[in-house]
């Protein structure tokens, strides 16, 4: 069964941290270039980072030198490190695949208030 979990939001104070994973079951995982996407409410699903299955990354401007996603092969899970965080980071994360997506996941929150 082709599955994406994504957990490790939650409720953080701005400038906080916090570390999303995902877990992916039921397709090949290695070989594909991974993504974290966000979406606020009333707004699109946006990308946010991505990276390769040889591990190069690449960020949306709006979280460069914040966040650093990165992968475990062997684990099957991709991870989003998330610093610094602002207000305007609140909104569902996401993972799946850059190109070929599959069904998505539930998501995880992110809530970043005062």
């Known amino acids: 069964q082709v599955q994406l979990v994504e957990s490790g939001g939650g409720l953080v104070q701005p400038g906080g941290s916090l570390r999303l994973s995902c877990t992916v079951s039921?397709?090949?995982?290695?070989?594909?270039?991974m993504g974290w996407y966000r979406q606020a409410p009333g707004k699109q699903r946006e990308l946010v980072a991505t990276?390769?299955?040889?591990?190069?990354?690449n960020y949306a401007d709006s979280v460069k030198g914040r966040f650093t996603i990165s992968r475990d092969n062997a684990k099957k899970t991709l991870y989003l490190q998330m610093n610094s965080l602002k207000v305007e980071d609140t909104a569902v994360y996401f993972c799946?695949?850059?190109?070929?997506?599959?069904?998505w996941g539930q998501g995880t929150q992110v809530t970043v208030s005062s």
């Open positions: 990276i390769t299955s040889g591990g190069t990354t």
């Open positions: 799946n695949r850059v190109a070929s997506r599959i069904n």
């Open positions: 039921g397709v090949i995982f290695s070989s594909y270039g």
